[in-house]
């Protein structure tokens, strides 16, 4: 058995792994252990119990949590922190994340994951990953995401992904990647994309291309810090993003064509809007925001250099029975996460009392 952390059998249907306070070895054993304990698909709901503390992993980066039906509980997402600091030298979306998430049906509730990656200090990029999920059908409950660049990255083209009440903290692509991903009244935070406070923010840039729906922001909020910022844009595939009576606390800050235009990789698109509000409530949806897409490619032809250009052109603001679609028992034919939520809350505010 791991040393620093404990597996009780607590009946046929269900073990627990109780991690030591603030103690990042035994927190990585735990994890070790339900690798091996849960490797098959149809193992049994494994709870790992993290108590409130700060559990620092160094350089330690891709911890992968491998098995399933594996839930890492925290006592509460404010107080339980699990951080590391990758070498600036290093960064990259798949060189830097805390975990790495490859199992199904896997669970995270009431922890926040920060990598301190030095944003600032990393030059053209810094990308810190939280989470890189690889996995299928994660759920995130009270989950607090901490970094800049890269914060959320849904890494396989045929997932779904579940948060609620969640916070997702970053600056440029923070939320990006595959797969359909609904995000149900969760925090958005977009932080100082440079040391003053110039530039502008990204929140999301999907390159879904296997899946149907890709990023729904629903009844979330966004909360700016300093820069301008953008909801998505893209970065691949045809990706699909939508906002859904999103609150902005600070819609000025909120620039006027409202998705960035400017494709990465790509000039396909499907980026709709519908229903966003103040901080009072109001309705301060656009009647409509046509915009056209555009990706350039330069490439040289003898001793000139050539500029091509991709456009598309769409509307971005929803009708009301467009909007309806968006549902989640549509958008997740056969799997209700916020039902499964509601039954995991049960089953671990009685397993947090052996803490």
């Given at each position: ?16 792994i109780r991690v030591e306070k603030s103690n990042a070895k035994s927190l990585l054993d ?259 925001n046509v915009l056209t897409f555009i990706m350039s490619k330069k490439k040289m032809e ?54």
């Amino acid at each position: 058995m791991a040393v620093g952390c404990w597996l009780l059998a607590v009946s046929h249907a269900q073990q627990v792994i109780r991690v030591e306070k603030s103690n990042a070895k035994s927190l990585l054993d735990a994890v070790a252990q339900a690798n091996k304990t849960n490797a098959e698909q149809t193992a049994k709901q494994l709870f790992i119990l993290i108590p409130d503390g700060f559990y620092d992993l160094g350089e330690t980066v891709l911890t992968k949590i491998t098995g399933h039906n594996i839930a890492l509980i925290g006592q509460s997402m404010e107080g339980t922190i699990i951080q590391n600091k990758p070498d600036i030298k290093k960064e990259g979306i798949s060189k830097t994340a805390i975990f790495q998430n490859r199992g199904t049906n896997n669970y995270f509730q009431d922890l926040t994951l920060k990598n301190a990656l030095d944003y600032y200090a990393a030059g053209a990029a810094g990308r810190a990953v939280t989470l890189q999920d690889k996995g299928y059908r994660t759920i995130c409950n009270r989950v607090r995401l901490l970094s800049y660049q890269d914060t959320y990255y849904s890494d396989n083209d045929r997932s779904q992904f579940y948060f609620q009440d969640s916070e997702i903290h970053g600056t440029v692509d923070f939320i990006c990647g595959d797969g359909d991903v609904w995000f149900e009244r969760c925090k958005i935070v977009t932080e100082k994309r440079t040391p003053d406070g110039s530039g502008r923010n990204v929140i999301a840039a999907p390159k879904t291309s296997k899946t149907l729906w890709g990023y729904i922001f629903n009844r979330c909020t966004i909360e700016n810090i300093v820069s301008n910022f953008e909801f998505a844009r893209g970065w691949n595939g045809t990706p699909h993003c939508a906002f859904l009576y999103t609150t902005l606390l600070t819609p000025e800050k909120l620039n006027k064509n409202r998705f960035d235009y400017r494709g990465m990789n790509t000039v396909q698109n499907d980026f709709k809007e519908y229903g966003t509000m103040d901080a009072q409530g109001r309705d301060i949806t656009p009647k409509t925001n046509v915009l056209t897409f555009i990706m350039s490619k330069k490439k040289m032809e003898g001793d000139k250099e050539i500029t091509t250009e991709q456009t598309c052109t769409d509307e971005t603001i929803l009708k009301s029975e467009r909007a309806a679609d968006y549902a989640i028992d549509i958008v997740f034919d056969g799997w209700r996460p916020d039902k499964i939520i509601k039954k995991m809350e049960k089953k671990t505010q009685k397993l947090m009392k052996r803490l």
